[in-house]
């Protein structure tokens, strides 16, 4: 058996851990620069807001139902995820982090268990210990677990948990299930299926293997047996590092000076960088890139970008930085108001097989990796930020985030007060 354990609603829930009075109100979380409403509360679904509704075409509602608004706030929701994946570790021996809200579980040799009431305790203890309400589904494969997990949202009555296994239930399921919202099943596919009159997930397990395979190839055949209760998606409990990584941003108002971009470029490479060392990666090339705002037609129109190469890999905090800057300073044109940028690595290997250029100091590069050990040092001692390059300014996106939480799990300056009278 697998388990698939869902938070609902993820952002918006976070936002409720530490204001509590939000309980049972609508709240909404936006993207970058206040945007869009990317994670809705269940009362804010039902006032009509749709996933990606521009904040300026439900101003009305927010105002009219006084909706809770909270502009993104990725360090709080990254601390609650790995709270969540700690209490999961509880309950099986493998976790597979599928993403920054759902885990599966390998339940595979745990016989003799109640899993039903199994599902439902795992549920209720990530509400004890997280207070992220957690849907739990428990299945004889990965896709039909994240059905199962889908109809403890739907069907308060589960009470967090939903074991579905016998053939009878799983049909009666698939019978009503879109087959656009199945697991694995692309817009594209979904609307090859849907020509050729397949309209839900039963209608597709009805299909010969054949048909499938022509229409969908080896993948679709996976997720049609997945939907028979064949496993056929291995579990992935170890770590596989990014073969890319991208660090970008829009920024709140155009940026024509080279000074200012460059800062902001300098911030994405440190963090890109950042993210390189602790999967124990390097990189051989980054490429940075600039563009305009594609919606103003009043305003001249640019997409530039450099390719930086580096004879010998290397996830070096000075290193990435000073490329990355000289590389705006290739792109840059005046006169142009950039709208956003970021960097890309690319050609990325574990460090363990950087082969070093026979030209190359060795006494340098060791020299970089003994300054950027103890940047990374004394920034995890004294909290991100603490140490950086002068080219990084501030050290902060422009962005614009009027409407951010503290941040309650990761700044000591931000931790929840109590009074006791």
Known sequence: MFALADCNNFFASCERVFRPDLQGKPVIVLSNNDGCAIA??????????????????????????????FSGNMALYGEMS??????????????????????????????????????KEISAQCWKMTSIPVSVGIAPTKTLAKIASKLCKQYPKLRGGCYMHRPQDIEK????????DVWGIGRKSAAKLHER?????????????????????????RTWKELQGIPCIEFEDGFEAKQSICVSRSFSTEIYDLKELQEQIANFASDMAEKLRKQHSVTSEVTVFAYTNRFREDLPQTHSSSLVTYTTPTAEQRTIVASAVQATSDLFRSGYGYKKA???????????????????????????HKITSALDAINSTFGAGTVKLAVQGSGHIKSTREKQSPHYTTRWTDLPKVSVK
């Open 197 to 221: 009159y397949v309209k839900t997930a039963y209608e597709f397990t009805c299909l010969p293997e054949s048909a499938v395979q022509k229409l969908m190839g080896i993948t679709g055949v």
């Open 82 to 119: 790995q709270r969540v994946r700690w209490v999961l570790g509880e309950f099986a021996p493998s976790v597979e982090v599928y993403s920054i809200d759902e885990a599966f579980l390998d339940l595979r040799g745990m016989n003799d268990i109640d899993f039903d009431a199994y599902a």
């Open 40 to 69: 809705r509360s269940n009362e804010a679904k039902a006032l009509g807001i749709k996933m990606g509704a521009p904040l300026f075409k439900i101003r009305h509602l927010v105002e009219k139902h006084d909706i809770a608004v």
């Open 342 to 368: 970021g960097v890309i690595a690319t050609g990325i290997m574990d460090q363990s097989d950087i082969m070093q250029s026979m030209f190359e100091d060795t006494d340098s590069i060791e020299r970089e």
């Open 173 to 180: 399921v698939l019978r009503k299930y879109p087959i656009e």
